[in-house]
Structures are given as structure tokens and as C-alpha cells.
């Protein structure tokens, strides 16, 4: 007995198959085919061919190892609040693309509300986070300041997104 295949009409429905890859592969990305084939319930063809349009469809964007932040040396943790000047979106534009090339700078959203960037920052002590942010943050184009909170202390930390509210069409 065959089973549907994956939708590839563009339109990026998920059916139950490609909601529990999807879960499975968030857990542990290292998974074989034949492993994630068999925690899913289906052969390992199908499994190969339901992951490779995941990819292609971009809900699968990579593969990446988990890295304790600490055990390389990266001790500082710190959120910072960008203040613009808000004066032309190309001055903006501008101020994204040097973000993307610090590498200190894990993480870059626009927020609501007071500032205009928030960063995630890592840094190896204090010192060193001092330095980057009087030496580079401050300097970027079109920054008129930025504010700092520390992290204290992680709670939670995890990559993994919320599947819970994804529904399944045309299960079989």
C-alpha cells in the first residue's frame, strides 16, 4: 500500500509524517534515515524523500551542533538594546549588514517599543564585552546608544520550536 506523497505544489503543507520529522530531527539532527524512518512509522525511502522537501522548502534550514558556550570560553552573555537615529532606511540597511558581520553578535531582532535593535552578544569576560562595545557597537552606522542588560544565569536555552500548534492536512 503506497502512501502520499508530500504536497510540492508550493504551497507548504505539512501532513502528520512531516510534522513528526520534523520534531524528531529537533531532538537529534544526527538521527540516520533508517533511525527517524522507524520512530515515525514509515519506510526509509519515503522518510528520505519527506526530509530532502522539508529542505527544499525551507522549513529545514541547516544542521548544527549544540555548543556549550562556556566550555570555549564564552562566559558573557550579554542583551543590548540599539538606539538609532532613525534617519533614512538605507542608514538602517546600513547598520543591519555590519551587524551581520560580527560574529559576537549571535542574534539580532527589531523590537518594539524603546530602541530599535536587540543583540545577543557574546563576549569571553567583561572586559572583553567592554572593549567590543566601546570599539565597534558604538561606532556602527547610524548608532546613537546602546543599553546593556547581563545575563545571570540561563533557565532555558534551547533552539527548538514550538510544534504544537501545527495540524496536520491530508493525513492519511
Not at 3 to 32: F, K, M, N, V
Not at 70 to 84: E, H, I
Not at 128 to 142: E, V, Y
Request: aromatic fraction near 6%; charged fraction near 25%.
Amino acid at each position: 500500500m503506497s502512501r502520499p506523497e508530500p504536497a510540492t505544489d508550493g504551497e507548504g503543507e505539512l501532513d502528520r509524517y512531516h510534522i513528526a520529522i520534523l520534531g524528531e530531527l529537533q531532538r537529534e539532527a544526527r538521527l540516520s534515515n533508517a533511525e527517524l524512518a522507524a520512530r515515525i512509522g514509515l519506510s526509509a525511502a519515503p522518510t528520505w524523500r519527506r526530509v530532502r522537501w522539508l529542505e527544499e522548502q525551507g522549513f529545514i534550514t541547516g544542521y548544527r551542533a549544540e555548543i556549550d558556550r562556556r566550555r570555549v570560553g564564552l562566559g558573557v552573555l550579554a542583551f543590548v538594546r540599539v538606539d538609532t537615529e532613525r534617519s533614512a532606511g538605507s542608514a538602517t540597511r546600513a547598520l543591519e549588514e555590519a551587524i551581520r558581520a560580527l560574529p559576537e553578535v549571535i542574534a539580532c531582532h527589531y523590537i518594539s517599543g524603546a530602541g530599535t535593535f536587540e543583540l545577543q552578544v557574546m563576549a569571553t569576560d567583561l572586559d572583553a564585552f567592554s572593549r567590543f562595545s566601546i570599539d565597534t557597537l558604538l561606532n556602527l552606522p547610524n548608532v546613537k546608544d546602546i543599553h546593556t542588560s547581563f545575563s545571570l544565569g540561563e533557565v532555558k536555552s534551547s533552539a527548538a520550536l514550538p510544534l504544537g500548534h501545527l495540524h496536520a492536512t491530508g493525513s492519511p
